[in-house]
C-alpha cells in the first residue's frame, strides 16, 4: 500500500521544488564574481584591468548559466505530461539536483584556481552527469508510459543521447588537446546537427 501511494504522489510539488533549486544554483553561479569585484577594488584594479585579471572567471560563469538554462529547459521538457512521481523518479531527481547544486563549486574552481586537469574532469564530468541523470529520467518515463509487457519507443531518448555523447567527446577534448581546457565545451554546438544526422540514417 505504501509502494502505490508513492507511485500515486502528484509531481507538482516535486517540479515546484526542483525550479527552486535550479534558480538558486544559477544565482550562487554569481557571488565569485562579486567577491572578484571587491578584490579588484583592494587591489587598485581599474575595469579593464578587471575584466583581463577575470577573463576565464567570467566567461566560466557565462557558460555555466546558459548551460544550467538547458539543462532546466530539458527538465521541464520531461515533466510536461507528467502528473505523478514514482520513487525512482523521485530519486533521479533528487540527484539531478544533487549535481546542478554542486555545478556552481565546479565553476567556482575553474575561474579562480590555476587549469588542471582534475579540475577539468570536475567541471565537464558534473555536466555529463547531469545529462547521463536526465537521459536515465526520460528511459524510466517511457517506460512507465508504454503498454505492460512491450518495449518502449527509444526514439524520444535520441536528443539526449547525442547530449550526453558530445559532453563525453568534450571531457575527453578537454584532457587530451593541450590548452583546449572548458572550450571543449563548444562542441555542443553541433547537437542539432548531430541529431539530424542520427535522424537521416535511420531506416524509415
Do not use: C
Request: hydrophobic share 60%; charged share 10%.
Amino acid at each position: 500500500m505504501a509502494s502505490g501511494a508513492t507511485e500515486l504522489h502528484p509531481v507538482e510539488r516535486m517540479v515546484f521544488f526542483t525550479d527552486a533549486v535550479v534558480a538558486i544554483a544559477m544565482t550562487l553561479l554569481i557571488l565569485p564574481l562579486l567577491e572578484s569585484v571587491t578584490a579588484a577594488v583592494r587591489e587598485g584594479l581599474d575595469t579593464m584591468g578587471y575584466l583581463r585579471e577575470h577573463s576565464g572567471q567570467l566567461v566560466a560563469f557565462a557558460l555555466s548559466f546558459f548551460i544550467i538554462g538547458l539543462f532546466w529547459r530539458q527538465h521541464d521538457r520531461l515533466f510536461e505530461n507528467v502528473t505523478h512521481q514514482s520513487r525512482g523518479l523521485f530519486v533521479l531527481n533528487l540527484v539531478w539536483m544533487f549535481t546542478i547544486v554542486w555545478l556552481p563549486v565546479a565553476t567556482a574552481m575553474v575561474g579562480a584556481m590555476q587549469t588542471d586537469a582534475l579540475q577539468l574532469a570536475i567541471y565537464i564530468g558534473t555536466m555529463l552527469a547531469i545529462s547521463l541523470i536526465t537521459l536515465a529520467m526520460q528511459a524510466l518515463l517511457l517506460h512507465r508510459a508504454a503498454p505492460d509487457g512491450q518495449p518502449f519507443d527509444r526514439t524520444p531518448l535520441l536528443p539526449m543521447l547525442v547530449t550526453v555523447g558530445l559532453f563525453a567527446l568534450a571531457l575527453l577534448l578537454a584532457l587530451v588537446v593541450p590548452g583546449l581546457h572548458f572550450w571543449s565545451l563548444l562542441i555542443l554546438l553541433l547537437s542539432n546537427p548531430a541529431e539530424w544526422l542520427l535522424k537521416r540514417r535511420k531506416p524509415a
